[in-house]
């Protein structure tokens, strides 16, 4: 059955360069998937809420301490007061859900990656000065910007 076999020959080989395709390099790096982009806003997310504790700065809590769901990351109240004076102390954080006013999502991970304020100063204790790394920052940046 010369005829089937060159069939079956043919299935072969057409496999084969679909897996080639699947482990190309063009496939692999291509821009990134819908599953990517919502993997990195979960990373930001988990970072929000569970390890940089934004949330406790910037989201108002009701009269039990509670954080107020509907106004997550809409900027609160400072509820503590430093002993000794701590100069440019600020009692009121900003909004941060949907990007803080006048960042972009780039400014974003640039200030969460160095500190330094689009304008090139640095913000207001008690706001952490922090170092993320680059794909964290990025994860946060894009968290904020999905929500409002
Ligand atoms: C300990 C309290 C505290 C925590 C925790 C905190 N912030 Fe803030 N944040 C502040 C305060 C207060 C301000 C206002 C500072 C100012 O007016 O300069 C602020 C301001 C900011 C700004 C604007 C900075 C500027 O001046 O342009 C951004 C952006 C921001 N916070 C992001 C975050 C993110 C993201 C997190 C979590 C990873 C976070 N903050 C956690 C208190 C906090």
């Known amino acids: 059955m010369p005829h089937n076999h060159s ?4 299935r072969r080989a057409l496999n084969g360069l679909y897996v080639l395709a699947l482990l190309s ?8 998937s ?10 930001g997310d988990y970072i929000v809420h569970r390890v940089g504790m934004c949330i406790d700065c910037h989201t ?5 301490g509670m954080p107020i769901a509907s106004e997550d990351l809409h900027g609160a109240e400072i509820p503590i007061t430093p002993d000794n ?9 900003v909004k941060i859900a949907g990007l803080p006013a006048g960042y ?11 500190g330094h304020t ?18 964290d920052a990025r994860a ?9």
């Not at 004076?85 to 954080?93: D, E, I, K, T």
Request: charged share 15%; hydrophobic share 40%.
């Open 7 to 10: 069939t079956r020959a043919l």
């Open 25 to 32: 390099p063009a496939a692999a790096f291509a821009k990134p």
């Open 34 to 43: 819908a599953d990517s982009q919502s993997a990195l806003i979960a990373h």
């Open 60 to 64: 108002p809590k009701d009269a039990h």
């Open 85 to 93: 004076p701590v100069p440019g102390w600020v009692n009121r954080s």
């Open 104 to 114: 972009t999502e780039a400014q974003l991970v640039s200030f969460l990656e160095t």
């Open 118 to 135: 689009p304008s090139g100063g640095t913000a207001h204790p008690p706001m952490p000065d922090y170092r993320l790394n680059e794909h």
């Open 140 to 148: 946060v940046a894009a968290y904020l910007h999905s929500i409002n």
